[in-house]
């Protein structure tokens, strides 16, 4: 946080108002830096995660300037529009431009798949200010004539790396092919490959880069061990761990989709009851993953660093790094799952000789060295009967030990986000 306020920002009474009563009182860093652009009509490229702020910073200004000379926006048209990769994200988005537009007189919508559309249609008929949207549905109602785009003057493109990873590329240069040339563009990703830098080059015009490390969580709170093993004995590993009961909700992470699904159908056979979730799943499919977890009937979450972001699970128990992360930071994110709002945790480390480098990396970011888990003999019925994909990375061997799926040991905390549209204020 800094000193500054919101208001020597620029921003009028209306949203200072909004921002006091959600306890902001003072600008985040990505804040601090992209405000000031994005006030001066800049295109940014902000290179930030969840949890930075990063909404706040595209959303102020968008209300600012919205806000200010009282343009009506003409029906089935929008002035600002964002997209965002997931319905979760979507709906937060949403939600946010509701609490900081609260005293303005602005309309938004929350156009997402997986709901009937007529609620959505019913909304974009008079038009709206803010147009929040996950990019399928969006380029439905486009073709089917309930929305044009033409007067967009504000867009921004949320999560672009998620947004790639799951296969949404051709839906979003569709809509920007809609969109009018003239306007502001924003563009957030957490993280930089080429394809998220191509459609940068693409989308904005001499943008002003920001780029926030990763908070760093309080990892005090997290035991940290690590086991040294070879790569073709972590999956028995994993199935001796999770026979002890205080592993009662556990994200497992791995590097890649194929691992992620490879986990899963392991602990699947063995008896545990897991799900999985990842950029190849469709999003009714993580939606479903995510509920089981929250419920507890899923007792194993399995996840990708992309995929696993956002998460916001109370009461993870434990976090194992099935396969050390390439990204330093990314150990610190997937960690933090575990130990929230004042709790402890433990995170177990699998490294094989392989990811010894890499745990060295760990090691010099979080300045402290992990705990050295002694060489344990895995009792063979941890390893089942009949795991998927044997061969020699793996050592599937011995009986397997069904256990009780956990059933019910967690109540539903909330209900799956459903469209939504409303006026901001
Ligand atoms: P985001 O990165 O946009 O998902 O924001 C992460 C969290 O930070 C959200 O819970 C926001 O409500 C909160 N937040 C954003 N900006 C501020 C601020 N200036 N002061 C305090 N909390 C903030």
């Given at each position: 946080m800094t000193n500054t306020t919101f208001a020597e920002l620029g921003f009028s009474e209306p949203i200072c108002r909004a921002l006091a009563a959600e306890n902001y009182s003072a600008p985040t860093p990505i804040q601090m830096r992209a405000i000031p652009h994005l006030l001066q009509g800049k295109d940014l490229l902000g290179i930030a995660q969840t949890g930075t702020g990063k909404t706040a910073a595209f959303a102020l200004p968008i209300l600012q300037k919205l806000g200010k000379p009282q343009q009506r926006v003409a029906p089935k048209s929008a002035?600002?529009?964002?997209?965002?990769?997931?319905?979760?994200?979507?709906?937060?988005?949403?939600?946010?431009f509701a609490a900081y537009g609260r005293h303005l007189a602005l309309r938004h919508a929350v156009i997402l798949g997986g709901v009937s559309q007529g609620s959505q249609v019913k909304a974009l008929a008079r038009g709206v200010d803010i147009l929040v949207a996950t990019p399928g549905r969006l380029l439905d109602l486009v073709e089917q004539g309930h929305v044009r785009l033409d007067d967009v003057k504000f867009l921004v493109l949320d999560e672009a790396d998620r947004m790639l990873d799951m296969g949404f590329i051709h839906d979003v240069r569709r809509i920007l092919a809609k969109l009018p040339r003239q306007r502001q563009s924003l563009l957030f990703s957490a993280t930089m490959p080429n394809d998220v830098a191509r459609l940068a080059a693409d989308l904005l015009r001499e943008p002003e880069r920001v780029e926030v490390t990763p908070q760093v969580v309080t990892v005090d709170r997290i035991e940290q061990r690590v086991f040294f093993i070879p790569a073709a004995q972590k999956h028995a590993l994993l199935v001796d761990l999770l026979?002890?009961?205080?592993?009662?909700?556990?994200?497992?992470?791995?590097?890649?989709?194929?691992?992620?699904?490879?986990?899963?159908?392991?602990?699947?056979h063995a008896g545990v009851a897991a799900d999985v979730i990842h950029g190849n799943k469709s999003q009714n499919a993580r939606q479903r993953a995510l509920e089981r977890f929250r419920t507890g009937d899923a007792r194993v979450l399995v996840a990708t660093d992309i995929a696993a972001r956002g998460i916001d699970v109370e009461g993870v128990s434990h976090v194992v790094n099935f396969e050390l992360p390439n990204e330093p930071e990314s150990y610190v994110h997937r960690i933090g799952r575990t130990a929230r709002a004042g709790k402890s945790g433990i995170a177990f480390s699998f490294c094989d000789q392989s990811e010894r480098g890499l745990l060295r990396d760990i090691e010099r970011l979080t300045k402290r060295p992990l705990a050295i888990e002694a060489p344990r003999a895995i009792s063979a019925d941890a390893a089942p009967v009949k795991a998927p994909h044997q061969g020699k990375r793996e050592t599937p061997h011995g009986k397997a030990a069904p256990r009780k799926p956990e059933q019910g040991a967690f109540r539903r905390r909330r209900q799956a986000p459903r469209g939504k549209s409303s006026k901001v204020a």
């Open positions: 002035h600002a529009l964002v997209l965002a990769p997931t319905r979760e994200l979507a709906v937060q988005i949403g939600q946010s026979k002890d009961d205080d592993m009662s909700r556990v994200i497992v992470f791995t590097r890649t989709k194929n691992h992620a699904n490879r986990v899963n159908d392991y602990l699947g």
